[in-house]
């Protein structure tokens, strides 16, 4: 996991086990009050989340959760981005992998082999997004 905050503990998803930077009975709090420090707008530096506020709002509102507050919108923002960037990063390594397969068996799966050029696929993003438990399908009009 990518994270500017390096004492933040870090759970990992179900088939990795669980990783933490801090020693056993190490106090956490003031490390937890600067997290919410520097997602608070008001407080000190503005930081920038690739999410906006506006559509994390939206999309809590869609599953029925109402926030009033700044900080934990940001909160799930960033663990969007975080579970975001898990999944692109995942892409592109299924990508890398297919890129390394023989030329032959490339040609035989349907990918393009004449441009050599690391393009990450749909079906890279697919693979990748099905090791965290979700189904990416592709639209009806292109299965005709």
Same mark, same amino acid.
């Given at each position: 996991?990518?994270? #500017?905050?390096? *004492?933040?503990?870090?759970? =990992?998803?179900? *088939?990795? /086990?669980?990783? #933490?930077?801090? &020693?056993?009975?190490?106090?956490?709090?003031?490390?937890?009050? =600067?997290?919410? %420090?520097?997602?608070?707008?008001?407080?000190? %530096?503005?930081?920038?989340?690739?999410? /906006?506020?506006?559509?994390?709002?939206?999309?809590?509102? +869609?599953?029925?959760?109402? !926030? @009033?507050?700044?900080?934990?919108?940001?909160?799930? #923002?960033? &663990?969007?981005?975080?579970?975001?960037?898990?999944?692109?990063?995942?892409? !592109?390594?299924? %990508?890398?992998?297919?890129?390394?397969?023989?030329? +032959?068996?490339?040609?035989? @799966?349907?990918?393009?082999?004449k441009d050599r050029r690391p393009v990450v696929l749909t079906e890279d993003v697919a693979v990748a997004a099905r090791e965290y438990g979700m189904k990416v399908y592709r639209p009806?009009?292109?299965? %005709?």
């Amino acid at each position: 996991m990518h994270t #500017s905050y390096t *004492n933040v503990i870090m759970v =990992e998803y179900a *088939n990795q /086990p669980t990783t #933490s930077t801090y &020693a056993a009975g190490e106090d956490k709090t003031a490390d937890v009050i =600067e997290l919410l %420090q520097n997602l608070d707008p008001v407080g000190g %530096q503005e930081t920038t989340l690739l999410i /906006p506020d506006e559509l994390t709002r939206h999309v809590l509102a +869609k599953a029925g959760v109402t !926030c @009033e507050d700044v900080r934990t919108l940001r909160l799930f #923002s960033l &663990a969007g981005q975080m579970f975001l960037n898990d999944i692109v990063d995942e892409a !592109c390594v299924v %990508q890398q992998n297919r890129m390394q397969a023989p030329l +032959k068996f490339q040609q035989n @799966e349907g990918y393009p082999t004449k441009d050599r050029r690391p393009v990450v696929l749909t079906e890279d993003v697919a693979v990748a997004a099905r090791e965290y438990g979700m189904k990416v399908y592709r639209p009806q009009f292109l299965n %005709q």
